[in-house]
């Protein structure tokens, strides 16, 4: 399995991004696909995630209301539209791929794939 994030990059308070993770080796309809991210010094933190065929959309409190997640199936990609940006949203970004969902995302964790961070930097 292979989740490549992309999309991170350097804006000002209150721009917005996208981020895209594209999926292989996986069926990726079959999968929950989450966001998580962690700023330097501090523990992986839950943002995101969105269950098979995007019935359901879940979101960290600290996001809920500016960050939007979204799913193509026929792409193997999730996004996370990242709205109202704050400097306090800066960190590495991760995309995971779960088969069963399970409230341990939480706590940060619970994926069964984890893809290789992206960096947001949100300067003041």
């Known amino acids: 399995v292979q989740l490549q994030a992309s999309g991170g990059g350097l804006v000002q308070a209150g721009d917005s991004l996208r981020l895209s993770c594209a999926a292989s080796?996986?069926?990726?309809?079959?999968?929950?696909m989450g966001w998580f991210r962690q700023a330097p010094g501090k523990e992986r933190e839950f943002v995101s995630a969105?269950?098979?065929?995007?019935?359901?959309?879940y979101y960290g409190d600290s996001v809920q209301g500016r960050f939007t997640i979204s799913r193509d199936d026929a792409k193997n990609t999730v996004y996370l539209q990242m709205n109202s940006l704050k400097p306090e949203d800066t960190a590495v970004y991760y995309c995971?791929?779960?088969?069963?969902?399970?409230?341990?995302?939480?706590?940060?964790?619970?994926?069964?794939?984890w893809g290789k961070g992206t960096q947001v930097t949100v300067s003041s």
């Open positions: 969105i269950t098979w065929s995007g019935g359901m959309t």
């Open positions: 080796g996986l069926t990726f309809s079959t999968y929950v």
């Open positions: 995971a791929a779960d088969l069963y969902w399970n409230s341990n995302y939480y706590y940060g964790g619970g994926m069964d794939h």
